[in-house]
């Protein structure tokens, strides 16, 4: 037999007289937390659900015990940990508003890791739209100004805070033209 | 012995496609083994420690493709770690000096540097098909040096690698000169792409045939991209967000009415599943479908699309699919072959996923299935038995019952029999997977019926050494044989060592294998590398012989002990 045998594997390797899926119903009563945690959910930035430790232990001891079982490729449960499903990951759905665009558009915050994502998607997002004179290649293009509206309703410069802290806290997002800027009253 | 002309063997040879063809001819005489050397354009290299660079380009100075392997195939489960190596920089480097011609190169689990891509895209002039699956190390700016340099780029196929993605500006690195794409696929990358250029350059590639898109680009981009490119035949959707009944679902409906070569179809990273008619246009004529990374399409919505696709011959599905929707794919698609069945959810398991009783009715309608890779939560010895009398051509059986030792579900057996009858009623089966609660009867049969086998996985199996030594023993063209957590030992290993010279690898993981067995191994076969992978915290200075190995590796070589193994790669 072998032997250090982590106690975790031997409770799933025990023949019972049970129901297939049984286990399972008793992980699922213990959880009662809201919400499925899936226990190969690799966070990015490396946060555990601290929340639910008690779902950790049973599916964590699982997955430790077990590792490289089932034998899915790393890849897919990467990515199946960063796609969005019923009861997945959050989604931080904000407006943004263009000064000159017709209409308004929605992004997801948590789609983007970074200013530099988002920088990009506003320029994907935007720079097809003709606005007024204004094309992305025009260096007018420059001449906008990324702000958004935070919890307390100020209008900040985006860029300034950590990422984390600017998804938590923005409302909505304006790309606004630089000359429009007396008209706002932005944080400095 | 007749005299033929070189160049006239050269022209013959060049009839032999096959890598063992070829290998053959080269074993006749030395005339043929000359005429064949200096012939050789493709080279497949399985495992990139059997050789080393050098010996390659002393053999086969003219190379102009190479396929290279690099870590075990346990390595996708997290089993290898991550610096045990498998770089691709040495063989660049030595390619950069002898191989002036270098065309293609294929990788599959290596390690690749943003340097190694850069110095690829420099020093080849004629370069035209990278590509990479299942590699790493390599970010947005190594693809970028690709894009910018390689003035003959056909395909640049990125597959399930793990890429560092700084930013979408790769794509804008392809110049306005670069006409010549056939394939592209950047599906695995995370991060955005310039969108703009992407259009460009897809609509200044009329040689496009396979584009596949990452998650990033929205479903209003690939509508302009089809109107572009209506000539593609293998297509991976990003993102397919969109409003039912609007006008971009109008357009994209009519953008793939418009795509009337289109016969694989993958991605769908995000979508709303209402919308999924605007690609029926194209369903009748698939042969390929792959939406295992669409978790999004459940349920009835899958269900529909497949109706629609009679002529598939792959499918790539999520459990989610169910039982029903299995039974929908009997009835509907007659011409599969290709079979895979992903777990959705391994760890929350209970009502979602799929049984028995899904395979069994694949297995009645679709009598042309070969390969299978199937997960699910249960199996019974009659289900199989089933199968392997419905589905005697298979040639990949890959079966997982995410319980690791489940029985059989209905009698409480272990799944000896239900395996025994697949190896026995295919003949022509080439590789295979274990999983539920099996005894060494398994491998007796094994080694008794499996011919052909060429590759087997097992894990948690068997009772004894007998196991291991029925397999050994029995089949004849064993090439790679991966093991975990099986009570096999040292008798097991070291009974008929001069085996492991006739295969590629041997891996076995958590099983009975000692230090002493292994240095017994390594002292007996000089030609094999016995590699033992040591888990950080158990690196002792004078390990006891008795000390059971985690993890061992065996492999052939010409070339004796690697150079760049790890601290934690012990050589024996």
Redesign the interface.
Known sequence: ??KGVPAGLLE??E?R?GL??ER??V??EKKGKKG?K???CEDEDGKDGEEDDDVDDE?GR??DG???????????Q???S????GGGVRVRYVKVSMDGAPFLRKIDLNM??GY??LS??F??IF??LRVGDIS?KDPKFSEYKPIYEDKDGDWMLVGDVPWEMFTESCRRLRIMKSSHSTEVDVEA | MMYFPEEVLEHVFDFLSSHRDRNAASLVCKSWFKVERWSRHKVFIGNCYAITPERLIKRFPKVRSLSLKGKPHFADFNLVPHEWGGFVLPWIEAMAKSYPGLEELRLKRMVVSDESLELLSRAFPNFKALVLVSCEGFTTDGLASIAANCRFLRELDLQENDVDDHRGHWLCRFPDSCTSLVSLNFACLKGEVNLGALERLVARCPNLRSLRLNRSVPAEILCKILVKAPQLMDLGAGSCILVPRSDSFTKLTSAFLNCASVKSLSGFWEVTPRCLPAVYPICSKLTSLNLSYAPAIQGNDLIKLIRHCQKLQRLWVLDCIGDKGLAVVASTCKELQELRVFPSDPYVGGNAGVTEEGLVSVSIGCPKLHSLLYFCQQMTNAALTTVAKNCPRFTRFRLCILDPKRPDHMTSQPLDEGFGAIVQSCKDLRRLSLSGLLTDQVFLYIGMYAERLEMLSIAFAGDSDKGMLYVLNGCKNLRKLEIRDCPFGDDALLTDVGKYETMRSLWMSSCDVTIRGCKVLAEKMPRLNVEIINDKDLIEETPDDNQKVEKMYVYRTLDGPRKDAPEFVWTM
């Open positions: 037999m072998e799933i390797t023949l007289l297939p899926g399972d119903r992980l699922e499925k899936r226990a190969f599916l699982v997955k077990v590792v490289g079982w089932p034998p899915i490729c790393s890849y897919r990467k990515t199946k960063s796609c969005r499903n983007y890791r530099s994502d990009l998607a320029r994907n720079g097809y992305e």
